[in-house]
């Protein structure tokens, strides 16, 4: 074997690791985004599949029993519903924009925000959901926000809507 036969084999083999090596780093360090949320709860993140999950995320390759409701399964499905119909209503400009559940509502209307503690309520007991496309830094978050009805899988625009924009306090109701 010649020389140049040796350095066309050596040259695959580099191309090949860094080709190994480029996607690993993607892997670890690209792929996935990691929100803080409240208390001790994270949620990832796929930038390739644009889905989500609140940390620990369940295995992909699980048995396909449906799992018991939980406020994170409700939630995670009126954004997803939501996303669905809704797209994304503006790009992304400079801001970090995300989807989240912003409240749930019980059916008389009484809402409860993501900050407080819900161990000792049903997800049932909720079920509606104030979805948000919005800027999560400030204490307020401004964007863009749906009323997503679990039940009735129902999604109503709150900024078109004056009774909804006046329910959670975004401009005072038209009489």
Same mark, same amino acid.
């Given at each position: 074997m010649d020389l140049y036969a040796r350095m066309n084999t050596a040259n695959k083999w580099v191309v090949g690791g860094l080709a190994v090596a480029a996607l690993?780093?993607?892997?670890?360090? @690209?792929?996935?985004? *990691?929100?803080?949320?409240? &208390?001790?709860? @994270?949620?990832?993140?796929?930038?390739? !599949?644009?889905?989500?999950?609140?940390?620990?995320?369940?295995?992909?390759?699980?048995?396909?029993?449906?799992?018991?409701? !939980?406020?994170?399964?409700?939630?995670?499905?009126?954004?997803?519903r939501v996303r669905m119909i809704a797209g994304a209503p503006y790009e992304n400009d400079a801001h970090e924009y995300m989807w989240r559940v912003y409240e749930r509502v019980k059916s008389d209307g009484t809402q409860t925000f993501m900050t407080q503690d819900m161990s000792n309520e049903d997800s049932a007991d909720y079920p509606i959901r104030l979805v948000c496309y919005c800027y999560? &830094?400030?204490?307020?978050? !401004?964007? @863009?926000?749906?009323? *997503?009805?679990?039940? !009735?899988?129902?999604?109503?625009? @709150? &900024?078109?809507?004056?009774?909804?924009?006046?329910? *959670? &306090?975004m401009t005072k109701a038209k009489k």
């Open positions: 690993l780093a993607f892997q670890i360090f @690209v792929r996935y985004q *990691y929100v803080h949320l409240v &208390g001790v709860r @994270v949620m990832r993140i796929d930038r390739l !599949t644009s889905t989500s999950c609140y940390m620990p995320c369940p295995d992909p390759t699980s048995s396909p029993e449906k799992p018991a409701r !939980t406020f994170e399964s409700d939630d995670e499905d009126a954004i997803s999560s &830094g400030q204490k307020s978050p !401004t964007g @863009v926000y749906w009323e *997503y009805h679990l039940d !009735t899988r129902q999604i109503l625009s @709150v &900024g078109d809507d004056a009774l909804l924009s006046a329910k *959670y &306090g």
